[in-house]
Structures are given as C-alpha cells and as structure tokens.
C-alpha cells in the first residue's frame, strides 16, 4: 500500500506523535511509575489531580526533566503550571523550544 508523498503536514505530525511518545516514557522512567505504560497516558489528559495524579514533588522532576532532556529551563512557575498540563502541552513548548 503505497501512501503518497510524505507531506510538511503529515512530517510534522509524525515528529510531534514520536516527540509525546518519548516524553510519556521519559515520564514514566523519571517518576517510577511502574504499572503505567506510555500507552496508559492520554495525550491531553491532566498529569495531576484526576490524570496521573501527579504532586508538586513530580513537577519538579517533570522541570529537571525538561531542563536534562531538552536544555530548557523554565524559570516563572506560572508557565510551568501551563506547560505542565498535560503530555500535548509539554510536547507543544518542547516543540515551540527547538530550532526552526
């Protein structure tokens, strides 16, 4: 089955796809949770309270995780809060982070 040209689109879409993936297992490894797998996190689901339940003892290792993986320090708890939602908006300022 042949699908076509690889589109700009479809490219980006893959890398942000793999990029969510990576950052699910990256996730799971930093804060041991052994019984999840990558495919237990929804993308958009909240990463604490109701979501993986995550505390503020995570999100600081969710932070170093940023800073370790992908040299980006976020430094106004505030943006952390946003970026720190969900899989989706870690992978979005992950994304918005790298050069064009």
Same mark, same amino acid.
């Given at each position: *089955? !042949? !699908?076509?040209?690889?589109?700009?689109?479809?490219?980006?879409?893959?890398? *942000?796809?793999?990029?969510?993936?990576?950052?699910? +297992? #990256? =996730?799971?490894? &930093?804060l041991n949770l052994q019984d999840t797998k990558?495919?237990?996190?929804?993308?958009? &689901?909240?990463? @604490?309270?109701?979501?993986?339940?995550?505390? /503020? =003892?995570? /999100?600081?290792?969710? *932070? %170093?995780?940023?800073?370790?993986?992908? #040299? =980006?320090? %976020?430094e106004d708890p505030r943006e952390g809060r946003?970026?720190? #939602? /969900? %899989? #989706?908006? *870690?992978?979005? @300022?992950? +994304? /918005?982070?790298?050069? &064009?």
């Open positions: *089955m !042949r !699908r076509g040209p690889i589109t700009r689109k479809r490219l980006t879409y893959n890398i *942000m796809e793999a990029l969510k993936l990576k950052l699910k +297992q #990256q =996730i799971i490894e &930093a990558p495919e237990d996190i929804d993308d958009n &689901a909240p990463l @604490f309270g109701e979501g993986l339940g995550l505390d /503020s =003892i995570d /999100s600081l290792e969710l *932070m %170093v995780l940023l800073e370790r993986n992908y #040299q =980006i320090k %976020v946003k970026i720190l #939602q /969900s %899989v #989706q908006t *870690m992978a979005e @300022f992950i +994304q /918005s982070k790298q050069p &064009a």
